[in-house]
T-cell receptor, first 115, second 112 residues
């Protein structure tokens, strides 16, 4: 049982380049999330998907797009990377079913540097 | 939207002492308050949570308290050990399974 898998783990981009972070979960969870983590800022929600076919903006969506490809996969795209997007990105999921614990299951994180 | 503030940002304690981290939230509709622990270079993991119908919850050396009237909640770690050294995050959401808003984190260092 792999849980939540993110790729790539590390990436260096130049300003203006584009890239997609991939996330997949094998726990049949309904909800999936993308957070970014910056020193002293905690985890800030970029986008989330409450169920397959739906996506919504979080606290810091500017500069990002997402796709909930199917129930398993939720990708995050940077169309034109900026140095301010240098961060560690975490994908997470939870069951979001009645009676569940509410626990978020995180991937290992993707460290992105934009030069 | 919800805003969660967490204090202190860093906390250094002697092994065996207690550690307390405090959080406040802004949205009175929030009813679910989890705490996550993140060890260096690792992913955050849930350590304990509390719902608004409960004032206190304990699990071995950790406990959480919630004051809904004042909109604040706290994490208490007793008899701290070196393996408790990590960053701790509080969070809040309307219900379990909804999107979480996290506090800024507290870096806890337990000195042997």
């Amino acid at each position: 049982n792999a849980g939540v898998t993110q790729t790539p783990k590390f990436q260096v981009l130049k300003t203006g380049q584009s890239m997609t972070l991939q996330c997949a979960q094998d726990m049949n969870h309904n909800s999936m999330y993308w957070y970014r983590q910056d020193p002293g800022m905690g985890l800030r929600l970029i986008y989330y998907s409450a169920s397959e076919g739906t996506t919504d903006k979080g606290e810091v969506p500017n500069g990002y797009n997402v796709s909930r490809l199917n129930k398993r996969e939720f990708s995050l795209r940077l169309e034109s990377a900026a140095p301010s997007q240098t961060s560690v990105y975490f994908c997470a999921s939870n069951p979001s079913r009645s009676g569940d614990t509410g626990e978020l299951f995180f991937g290992e994180g993707s460290r992105l540097t934009v030069l | 939207g919800e805003n969660v503030e967490q204090h202190p940002s860093t906390l250094s304690v002697q092994e065996g002492d207690s550690a307390v981290i405090k959080c406040t939230y802004s949205d009175s509709a929030s009813n679910y308050f989890p705490w996550y622990k993140q060890e260096l270079g690792k992913r955050p993991q849930l350590i304990i949570d509390i719902r608004s119908n409960v004032g206190e919850k304990k699990d071995q050396r950790i406990a959480v308290t919630l004051n809904k009237t004042a909109k604040h909640f706290s994490l208490h770690i007793t008899e701290t050990q070196p393996e408790d050294s990590a960053v701790y995050f509080c969070a809040a959401s309307m219900t379990a399974g909804n999107k979480l808003t996290f506090g800024g984190g507290t870096r806890v260092l337990v000195k042997p």
